[in-house]
């Protein structure tokens, strides 16, 4: 059994917001329907929500050097 912890602090309302937890942090920005995120590990990601239930999303590696 594993235990996760997770705190979403809201940086500016409906626009920027850090999460921390338990294998690093990560901080989006955007609102609900659109949104891009970045973590601790270097990825980076994209999030749109389409009309009829629909959800575009892109996720990139951190690249090794």
Same mark, same amino acid.
């Given at each position: 059994?594993?235990?996760?912890?997770?705190?979403?602090?809201?940086?500016? $309302?409906?626009? #920027?917001? #850090? =999460?921390? +937890? =338990?294998?690093? %942090?990560?901080?989006?920005?955007? +609102?609900?329907? *659109?949104?891009? =995120?970045?973590?601790?590990?270097?990825?980076? +990601? *994209? *999030?749109?929500?389409? $009309?009829?239930?629909? =959800? %575009?999303?892109?996720?990139?590696?951190?690249?090794?050097?």
């Amino acid at each position: 059994m594993s235990f996760n912890y997770h705190k979403r602090i809201t940086l500016i $309302p409906k626009l #920027l917001h #850090l =999460t921390i +937890g =338990t294998h690093g %942090w990560s901080l989006s920005l955007g +609102g609900r329907r *659109a949104h891009l =995120t970045r973590d601790s590990h270097g990825r980076r +990601g *994209a *999030a749109v929500r389409l $009309p009829g239930g629909f =959800t %575009w999303r892109r996720h990139s590696r951190r690249h090794r050097h």
